[in-house]
Every structure is written in structure tokens, then in C-alpha cells.
């Protein structure tokens, strides 16, 4: 017995120690917690495995689709992965005041990101004048998707201003259609897509000054500013005969499934809001699609000529511990060659060296064109506000399309919470 | 890796029986063998209780009083916030709403699936293929709570009218002249039924089961003698059947109330506690894991216990005095 017991810790032992003598070079491995699944999942194993090739660095990826709350409490349990993809920036800001992360200037060459990335891209990924966050993977928000040949076939024409795409809509009203297609369930992050919308109205309402106030917290809830977007919103997502299935619809929809009806034969439904990450899907769910002539979009027309900020979306890198493994790992996602695989399946890549010609097909390439010409880039206001204050607009949001109505109501109580949580 | 994981473990599944072992051989050895009635051998319940003690300790009082320091704490933890989480929970919609909600559950769920359950237990006892549909009653039971709930997510599916309907709900009822699909997971107050007709159809086969286990335990004899006398069914279920079953509807109904007390695959996974539908154990959850308050979490916690303790101290003194009186 006592024998037994002492080769099987002989043999323990050795194996532990014995592992990392076995592997040459660098080696070592990055463990990664994302929120990818399905097709991201296999181009980021694809570009994994080139770097276990050169570098030979294992990237074991764990995937989650509540990531807030598996990745607190791995945090809290002292156990962080070594890099989080995380989806929301206000993540970032929070484990980042936490001095939870890796300043990435003290780890990564800069530089060479400063060279390839817009300054912007760092200015969001930054807290407090510390760059923690490299973005990877971006979608551009508040496009309208539409079909050109049932366009043509009513003679309409993709409107240049706000007031241009109600009057729109309601010529499509008058011709006894249903003008929006509008769709945000979504799981347990329901109403994301209506928050867009939301966020979408006010950055081209107001301008990114304001809208920066607001998800800094220091602009009420209640204030005018914010009243009139939920409104603009309302006028077309609440109202009687506006929108596909009614209220109804609107929030029992999957937000992936929502604009099918846009593309459906016959159409049911002829604008459909969403990031750029959409026209994959659509195309992918109907594909005899040509792009532009079947599927093409225009950006939610500007309600004050001002502002012109465009608002984006995106996966950002943030880094829990700063091994060699994980500097060769952020650099080499940095790095056109890793974000060139993913530009081909329609996501819109942060790094602007990635060629054109690596994005899947025409309306990719404008995605890109349209990020890489931005002149003010704005990261999705929700995402930006800290979970409690997020979690209650996406609710708020359904409330909303429910019971327009009651919008002071629903207004005053997300105020009680942003002065709940910036008094704690 | 994976061979130092699997060397591990048989490892472990080595010594830990060893270590026990060894513990119960010492400690029997320390208390001087099992002679009756020396001062050593009242001594050995104390060393077999020892390791529960410790386990049960650390896992279960040592959490419990941890949780009640921290709901007197700020959001990390790091400051004494007195009774401010209290103040705060009792004065927020979303709590409040979530503590109904429980309420509501408590009440109409539990009645719904203790009755349901034990009419089915009737029913089931007079037909010959009584194994069969007991079976098919209880099948619901052996499917994971989360998997009942995206079953049932399918079930309620909406499609504006005019689209075939995938969701069965809408399909059936559909056939009914001028009817018009509805969201029902969408529809203040139904939405609430919504999630509770779910947790009784998971639940009702499991009372069933029970309340017909204890069903063929009442003497046959006392059943006919009631019908000679002339008895109506209804009166011999309600005077003789139910009385003799109240032990078990008792148990039954506590392990619903605290069951439901921390309902929340249900509710998590079908409407997020959108809509007026929270309830207080996904509030919990988010406090904690979403929005990091451990304090407001931990009130919730607390909230949870105190709710809990009533329940179970009742149903402990009913069985104290049903002992005492055999």
C-alpha cells in the first residue's frame, strides 16, 4: 500500500516536473476567455494555430456566453485568464481601476500599434491615460439594410437626412406597408439592439460632447436631451403599424433573425437598423443575395448636419497578466496577419494596414472604408456605462416599446440608479 | 498534462478513502474500543461527528455568517456600510417587484402543482395503465431546468399574425376563430403565469409520484369501510384520503415553497426578469455577478434565508410531534 502510494507521487511528481523541459523555444501557452462561438471561433483557432507554429504558444480558449459573471468570478477567486475578449468597454474601465490589468504600454510595442491603428482606437481603449485595451474586432454601428430592387420597384430612394427616411416610412404607410423591420431579443442582454438605436439618435442629435457625458454619468436621465432620444426612437419602434408584428414583434424577435423579413419573399417589411456585423448574417440566412444589388445599406441619416460621429461596437483585448507568451500573443493580434482572416468574415478590423481586399465582399469593404474615414469614432454608449446602469436601459428600453406612455416613469428610474451608482 | 490530471485523481481516490479510514481506526483507538457505558466510549459519537461537523461548518455556517457580515458591507467589501443595503433593496422597483414576484410563485405555483398533483394521484390509481401514465407524468422531472426553459421559450414563440406559427401555444390556439397570436412571455401580468405554467409542468409529475407513494400506503380497509357507510368519493377523499395524506402534502408543500423561494433557471433563461417578471434569486445573481455589489447581493442572500428558516423550523416541529406522539 505505502509503496504504491509513493511511486504514484513519484510518477506525479516527475510528470509536473518533467512537462516543461519537454517543449523547445518559447513555448508556454495564453489562456483566452471570449464570448466566440460558431464561425469567429474557427478563424481564431485558425490564426491560434499559426502562432503555435512560429512561436509555439498553445492559445486555450474557454468560451462563455455570460462573460461578466464567469470572468468577475474568476477575478475574484484569484484565478483570471491570462487575456479577457470582452465585448464591453465599461469591463475594461472597471477591472482596470481595480488594477486588475496589464498597462499595455509597459508590455506591447506601441508604437508599432500607434502606426497601424487610428489614434482613436487607443483613445477609447485607455483609463485614465493608461492604454489597457487593444481593440480586435469592430462592427460599425446604426446602418440601415435594405433591398435596392424593392426599392426601385416603389420608387423609393435611400433617404440623405432624418426627416427624409420618416417621411419614408411613411410613404411606405400610405402604400399600405410595414416600414421597419426591429427585432431585440437577445437573451439575457434583451434590448441591446433598441439602446443602439437610442445611442444612435442621440450621438447625430447632440454630437459626441454630450453623448460623452452621458455615458460618463454626469447627464441626467431625466434630462431633455435624453427624453427626446428615447422619443425619436419611439416614433418609429413604438409606433401603431410601424414595425413588423407591432410591440410584439419588436421584443420577441431575435435580433439575429430580425431583418429576414426585410429579405423575404414577398418582403414583409423594407428597413432594418443594425451593425455591420449584420450583413453576414443576412447573407448567410438568404444566399442568393447579391450584395448591393440585393442587400445594400445606407447609415442613419444625420438629424443635426454638425454631428457626424460614427458609432462602433467591438472586442476589445484586455490583458490579466503580462508573460512573454502573452506580449508575443496581443502583438500578433495586433498584427494585419491576424486581423486579415477575420476582415473575410465580415467583421471590420481596428488595424487600417489590413488590405481591402482581405474583407469578404463590396459591402465589407465600405464598412472599413466608412470606419477608416471617421472623423470622430464613438464606442456604443450602453457599453461604456457601468453593468448596472447597462443592464437597466437594455430593460428600460423593452419597458419602452411595451408602454411608450410610461417613458418619465422608466426615465426616473434609470436616474435613481445612475445616482445610485455613482454615489456608492 | 492530461496523464498528470489522471495520476492525480486515482491519487486522491487513494488517499482520501486512506485518510478516513485511518481517522475512524485512531479515533476508535483513542476512545478505547466500544465498551458500553465507559467514560471513553461516549466519547466516540463526538470523534465520528467531528468530520461532518467540520465539513458542514466550513461549507454551510462558516458562508451563512459570512454572508450576513457582508450585507453589512459597501459593494466590494470594503467598508462598513451599515444597514444601507438593507435601506437601499427596500426602496428599489427591481426588488421589490422580485419579492412579489416570489410571493406570487409561492402561493399560485405551489397550489397549482400540490392540487394538480394530487388529483393526478387519484386519477392515476383507478386505471389499469397507472405505471405507464405516471411515467409520462414524470418524465418532465428528469429534464434539466434549463432545458425545460428553452423548451418552453419554443412553446411560446410569437410570429406576427398572418405567418405560421412556430411556437405550439400560438399554433393550437390559432385554430379558434379571430384569434390573434400572442407574445406571452411579453404580456404584463401573464408573462408571470407564463413562467409558472412551466415550473408545473416540471414539477407536478414529481408531487404526483409522491403523493401517490403515500396514496397506497392508507389501509384499503378504511377506504371501503366509509364507502359502506355510504360515503360519496368526494367525502371519503376529503374526510379520510387528504387527513391521512397531510403529513406528506406537508412536506411536499415545503419543498415547493423553498424550491421556489430560489427559483431562477425558469426566469433566467426565458425573460431575464424582463418586464415584471424578476424574482429574487436572479436579482441576486446580477447584484453579484453582473453588477459586483456584494453587499446588495448578500442582503438578498440574507432575505433568502430569513424566508427559508419559518418554513423549515415549522416543518421540523410537525415531524418532532408526529415522533413524539408514536
Same mark, same amino acid.
Given at each position: 500500500m505505502k509503496k504504491a502510494v509513493t511511486v504514484i507521487?513519484?510518477?506525479?511528481?516527475?510528470?509536473?516536473?518533467?512537462?516543461?523541459?519537454?517543449?523547445?523555444?518559447?513555448g508556454g501557452k495564453v489562456t483566452v476567455l471570449g464570448v466566440w462561438g460558431g464561425s469567429e471561433l474557427d478563424v481564431f483557432n485558425k490564426i491560434t494555430a499559426d502562432l503555435k507554429k512560429t512561436k509555439n504558444i498553445d492559445v486555450e480558449f474557454e468560451a462563455t456566453r455570460d462573460i461578466n459573471a464567469v470572468l468577475t468570478t474568476r477575478v475574484e477567486s484569484g484565478n483570471p485568464p491570462d487575456v479577457a475578449i470582452l465585448p464591453q468597454l465599461s469591463l475594461v474601465v472597471d477591472f482596470a481601476r481595480k488594477g486588475k490589468l496589464v498597462d499595455l504600454s509597459t508590455l506591447i510595442d506601441v508604437g508599432k500599434i500607434k502606426n497601424e491603428y487610428s489614434p482613436s482606437w487607443i483613445d477609447l481603449g485607455s483609463v485614465d491615460g493608461k492604454f489597457y485595451g487593444l481593440f480586435f474586432k469592430t462592427a460599425v454601428k446604426g446602418l440601415v439594410y435594405y433591398d435596392p430592387q424593392r426599392f426601385k420597384e416603389l420608387g423609393l430612394q435611400a433617404p440623405k437626412t432624418w426627416d427624409e427616411m420618416m417621411r419614408l416610412s411613411q410613404k411606405l404607410i400610405d402604400m399600405k406597408k410595414t416600414p421597419w423591420a426591429i427585432g431585440i431579443e437577445s437573451g439575457n442582454a434583451s434590448g441591446w439592439p433598441a439602446t443602439d438605436w437610442i445611442e444612435n439618435i442621440f450621438v447625430r442629435q447632440y454630437g459626441a460632447g454630450p453623448y460623452r457625458r452621458w455615458y460618463d454619468g454626469t447627464l441626467a436621465w431625466t434630462s431633455p436631451q435624453v427624453k427626446k432620444a428615447f422619443q425619436m426612437f419611439?416614433? /418609429?419602434?413604438?409606433?401603431?403599424?410601424?414595425?413588423?408584428?407591432?410591440?410584439?414583434?419588436?421584443?420577441?424577435?431575435?435580433?439575429?433573425?430580425?431583418?429576414?423579413?426585410?429579405?423575404?419573399?414577398?418582403? =414583409?417589411?423594407?428597413?432594418?437598423?443594425? !451593425?455591420?456585423?449584420?450583413?453576414? &448574417? /443576412?447573407?448567410?440566412?438568404?444566399?442568393?443575395? =447579391?450584395?448591393?444589388?440585393?442587400? $445594400?445599406?445606407?447609415? %442613419?441619416?444625420?438629424?443635426d448636419p454638425e454631428n457626424k460621429a460614427v458609432e462602433i461596437g467591438g472586442d476589445v483585448l484586455a490583458a490579466f497578466s503580462s508573460t512573454p507568451q502573452v506580449k508575443a500573443f496581443l502583438e500578433y493580434m495586433s498584427s494585419s496577419d491576424a486581423q486579415a482572416p477575420f476582415a473575410a468574415t465580415g467583421a471590420t478590423m481596428p488595424n487600417h494596414t489590413v488590405p481591402l481586399s482581405a474583407y469578404g465582399n463590396e459591402l465589407d469593404r465600405e464598412f472599413a472604408a466608412i470606419l477608416n474615414s471617421?472623423?470622430?469614432?464613438?464606442?456604443?454608449?450602453?457599453?461604456?456605462?457601468?453593468?448596472?446602469? $447597462?443592464?437597466?436601459?437594455?430593460?428600460?428600453?423593452?419597458?419602452?416599446?411595451?408602454?411608450? !406612455?410610461?417613458?418619465?416613469?422608466? %426615465?426616473?428610474? %434609470?436616474? =435613481?440608479?445612475?445616482?445610485?451608482?455613482? $454615489?456608492? | 498534462m492530461e496523464i498528470a490530471g489522471i495520476l492525480f485523481t486515482l491519487a486522491m481516490a487513494l488517499i482520501v478513502p486512506v485518510v478516513f479510514l485511518s481517522y475512524l481506526f485512531v479515533s476508535e483507538k483513542a476512545a478505547g474500543g466500544r465498551r458500553r457505558g465507559t467514560q471513553t466510549a461516549r466519547s466516540l459519537p463526538v470523534f465520528w461527528l467531528i468530520p461532518a461537523a467540520v465539513v458542514l461548518g466550513f461549507f454551510l455556517i462558516y458562508p451563512m455568517i459570512d454572508t450576513i457580515v457582508l450585507s453589512f458591507m459597501n459593494a466590494d467589501s470594503t467598508r462598513f456600510a451599515g444597514g444601507e443595503n438593507y435601506a437601499h433593496l427596500f426602496s428599489d422597483r427591481a426588488f421589490l417587484i422580485a419579492l412579489r414576484n416570489n410571493l406570487l410563485w409561492i402561493v399560485f405555483f405551489t397550489l397549482v402543482t400540490v392540487t394538480l398533483g394530487l388529483i393526478l394521484a387519484v386519477l392515476t390509481d383507478r386505471v389499469r395503465y397507472e405505471a405507464v401514465a405516471k411515467a409520462v407524468l414524470f418524465l418532465p422531472a428528469s429534464i434539466s431546468l434549463v432545458a425545460a426553459s428553452v423548451i418552453w421559450k419554443f412553446m411560446y414563440a410569437f410570429r406576427p399574425a398572418g405567418e405560421s406559427q412556430i411556437g405550439l401555444v400560438n399554433a393550437a390556439l390559432s385554430v379558434v376563430?379571430?384569434?390573434?397570436?400572442?407574445?406571452? %412571455?411579453?404580456?404584463?401580468?401573464?408573462? $408571470?403565469?407564463?413562467? &409558472?405554467?412551466?415550473?408545473?409542468? /416540471?414539477?407536478?409529475?414529481?408531487?404526483?409520484? /409522491?403523493?401517490?407513494?403515500?396514496? =397506497?400506503?392508507?389501509?384499503?380497509?378504511?377506504?371501503?369501510?366509509?364507502?359502506?357507510d355510504g360515503a360519496r368519493e368526494i367525502t371519503v377523499f376529503f374526510r379520510i384520503v387528504l387527513p391521512l395524506m397531510s403529513k406528506t402534502v406537508t412536506v411536499v408543500v415545503t419543498y415547493f415553497v423553498i424550491t421556489v423561494l430560489k427559483i431562477f433557471d425558469i426566469v433566467y433563461v426565458m425573460t431575464n426578469g424582463n418586464l415584471d417578471t424578476e424574482v429574487l434569486a436572479n436579482r441576486m445573481y446580477k447584484e453579484m455577478f453582473n453588477f459586483r455589489n456584494f453587499g446588495r447581493a448578500s442582503v438578498i442572500a440574507v432575505m433568502l434565508l430569513v424566508a427559508v428558516v419559518p418554513v423549515v423550523v415549522m416543518n421540523m416541529r410537525k415531524f418532532a410531534r408526529g415522533k413524539a406522539g408514536k
Open positions: 507521487y513519484i510518477v506525479v511528481l516527475s510528470a509536473v516536473v518533467g512537462m516543461p523541459a519537454c517543449q523547445p523555444s518559447m419611439g416614433d /418609429i419602434a413604438a409606433r401603431q403599424g410601424w414595425t413588423y408584428g407591432g410591440a410584439s414583434g419588436v421584443l420577441s424577435t431575435a435580433f439575429q433573425e430580425a431583418g429576414n423579413p426585410v429579405f423575404s419573399d414577398p418582403p =414583409k417589411a423594407y428597413l432594418f437598423q443594425q !451593425a455591420s456585423f449584420m450583413a453576414g &448574417m /443576412i447573407e448567410q440566412a438568404f444566399p442568393d443575395l =447579391k450584395p448591393v444589388t440585393d442587400i $445594400n445599406f445606407f447609415v %442613419l441619416p444625420p438629424i471617421a472623423d470622430t469614432v464613438v464606442f456604443d454608449a450602453s457599453d461604456m456605462m457601468p453593468s448596472e446602469i $447597462n443592464a437597466a436601459f437594455w430593460s428600460a428600453t423593452i419597458d419602452y416599446i411595451k408602454n411608450p !406612455a410610461r417613458l418619465d416613469a422608466i %426615465l426616473a428610474q %434609470l436616474e =435613481k440608479t445612475r445616482q445610485d451608482v455613482y $454615489n456608492k | 376563430p379571430g384569434f390573434q397570436p400572442q407574445a406571452w %412571455l411579453f404580456d404584463v401580468p401573464f408573462n $408571470n403565469a407564463a413562467l &409558472m405554467v412551466v415550473g408545473v409542468w /416540471i414539477w407536478t409529475g414529481f408531487a404526483l409520484v /409522491i403523493f401517490s407513494a403515500s396514496l =397506497k400506503g392508507i389501509s384499503k380497509d378504511l377506504v371501503e369501510a366509509a364507502r359502506i
